[in-house]
T-cell receptor
Framework: DAKTTQPNSMESNEEEPVHLPCNHS???????IHWYRQLPSQGPEYVIH???SNVNNRMASLAIAEDRKSSTLILHRATLRDAAVYYC?????????????FGSGTRLQVQP | KAGVTQTPRYLIKTRGQQVTLSCSPI?????VSWYQQTPGQGLQFLFE???????NKGNFPGRFSGRQFSNSRSEMNVSTLELGDSALYLC?????????????FGPGTRLLVL
């Protein structure tokens, strides 16, 4: 499976934008880019996903580089509730594999 | 719709015992996946069931097994427990029809092996 690289931790202030980077230089043309997050003492939850174009939803935006070798999850106004571990995951669609392959993720701390 | 539920939420067992964990997926979802989360190894995929058949399997020993019932509920069994099996066990459900589909996770069962 193609690998992703994320910073171990990041800090943000409340109500400021947060840009969480992810490198995936070995991504293949059929891999979707998914982001999940895991709040303390909870299971992971889906945030957003995309293939080539930038995507927006009520939780976040996903900016995908033109060569698809990196992407950035954008939280427009961080709240204390956004403190979590954020996982960038590649999902292949040309194999039988359906499992999510989690890396170590980025631990986001939000300061009041 | 109700979310994914897992029972029990907490469990304490001793080495050598066996344990069964249960997962009820979101209504209409036919795929259930199980993951193990430990501080050392992070989140690792155990197996996936779809329509009562194991469709994918991770790299875990045969002591870890599972099954799925006709109503899509799933159970995971660990036999001959070892200290290293202490972990948070998560299940996730999805419709099961598209490879890029979202997985919805339950709150997990925290297992402590003494």
């Amino acid at each position: 499976d193609a690998k992703t690289t994320q910073p171990n931790s990041m800090e943000s202030n409340e109500e400021e934008p947060v840009h969480l980077p992810c490198n995936h230089s070995t991504i293949s043309g059929t891999d979707y880019i998914h982001w999940y997050r895991q709040l303390p003492s909870q299971g992971p939850e889906y945030v957003i996903h995309g293939l080539t174009s930038n995507v927006n939803n009520r939780m976040a935006s996903l900016a995908i580089a033109e060569d698809r070798k990196s992407s950035t999850l954008i939280l427009h106004r961080a709240t204390l509730r956004d403190a979590a571990v954020y996982y960038c995951i590649l999902r292949p669609t040309d194999t039988g594999r359906r499992a999510l392959t989690f890396g170590s993720g980025t631990r986001l701390q939000v300061q009041p | 719709k109700a979310g994914v539920t897992q029972t029990p939420r907490y469990l304490i067992k001793t080495r050598g015992q066996q344990v069964t964990l249960s997962c009820s997926p979101i209504s209409g979802h036919r795929s259930v996946s199980w993951y193990q989360q430990t501080p050392g190894q992070g989140l690792q995929f155990l197996f996936e069931y779809f329509s009562e058949t194991q469709r994918n399997k991770g790299n875990f020993p045969g002591r870890f097994s599972g099954r799925q019932f006709s109503n899509s509920r799933s159970e995971m069994n660990v036999s001959t427990l070892e200290l290293g099996d202490s972990a948070l066990y998560l299940c996730a459900s999805s419709p099961g029809t598209q490879k890029k589909e979202t997985q919805y996770f339950g709150p997990g069962t925290r297992l402590l092996v003494l």
